[in-house]
T-cell receptor, first 112, second 112 residues
Framework: KAGVTQTPRYLIKTRGQQVTLSCSPISGHRSVSWYQQTPGQGLQFLFE???????NKGNFPGRFSGRQFSNSRSEMNVSTLELGDSALYLC???????????FGPGTRLTVL | DAKTTQPPSMDCAEGRAANLPCNHS???????VYWYRQIHSQGPQYIIHGLKNNETNEMASLIITEDRKSSTLILPHATLRDTAVYYCIVRTNAGNNRKLIWGLGTSLAVNP
């Protein structure tokens, strides 16, 4: 089975722009979670989607949003980028028969 | 806030067992202990998880104390490729709130 894929792997944006990141879960997995990882904060939970519905949300401002499509692929969007949004964004998928989250390689976002 | 406490760093000689401790004194009865590792800026890799019994798989063994307030991840024969940051996580309630709360982990250096 193919693992979790994330695109793009690297991205450079400037302040004020917006960005969309994509995640394709493991085939058959319907839950997708997003995390932000920065050197000082570690991994911070953003949100979880299941069957196209946001099921859980972390403590991030409304500039961070996401959605999930009927094929379980998910996107997250960050609007009005700030320097502090520079981070590794990780996506994880979970199957129905397990609660284990499997992570993709991440998207490295740099905001200049 | 993270619900686990781990030493920030550890060293281990190649070929020896690496024993990584984790304290989770406030764990609830229905919470699992998960271990992941992250090799430099890649996505976290699932290692093992358990509820109250000791667990073993092809990667590692997990020893959970009887009172469940602490656990130890054992890599039986560490190799240089095991150099990574190891995260011990307790998973919040099952069902609609399955986010993982991450600490800063233990940076394990395996030395030749």
């Amino acid at each position: 089975k193919a693992g979790v894929t994330q695109t793009p792997r690297y991205l450079i944006k400037t302040r004020g722009q917006q960005v969309t990141l994509s995640c394709s879960p493991i085939s058959g997995h319907r839950s997708v979670s997003w995390y932000q990882q920065t050197p000082g904060q570690g991994l911070q939970f953003l949100f979880e989607y299941f069957s196209e519905t946001q099921r859980n949300k972390g403590n991030f401002p409304g500039r961070f949003s996401g959605r999930q499509f009927s094929n379980s692929r998910s996107e997250m969007n960050v609007s009005t980028l700030e320097l502090g949004d520079s981070a590794l964004y990780l996506c994880a998928s979970t199957g129905q028969d397990t609660d284990t989250q499997y992570f993709g390689p991440g998207t490295r976002l740099t905001v200049l | 806030d993270a619900k686990t406490t781990q030493p920030p760093s550890m060293d281990c000689a190649e070929g020896r067992a690496a024993n990584l401790p984790c304290n989770h004194s406030t764990i609830s009865g229905n919470e699992y202990v998960y271990w992941y590792r992250q090799i430099h800026s890649q996505g976290p890799q699932y290692i093992i998880h358990g509820l109250k019994n000791n667990e073993t798989n092809e990667m590692a063994s997990l020893i959970i104390t009887e009172d469940r307030k602490s656990s130890t991840l054992i890599l039986p024969h560490a190799t240089l490729r095991d150099t990574a940051v190891y995260y011990c996580i307790v998973r919040t309630n099952a069902g609609n709130n399955r986010k993982l709360i991450w600490g800063l982990g233990t940076s394990l250096a395996v030395n030749p």
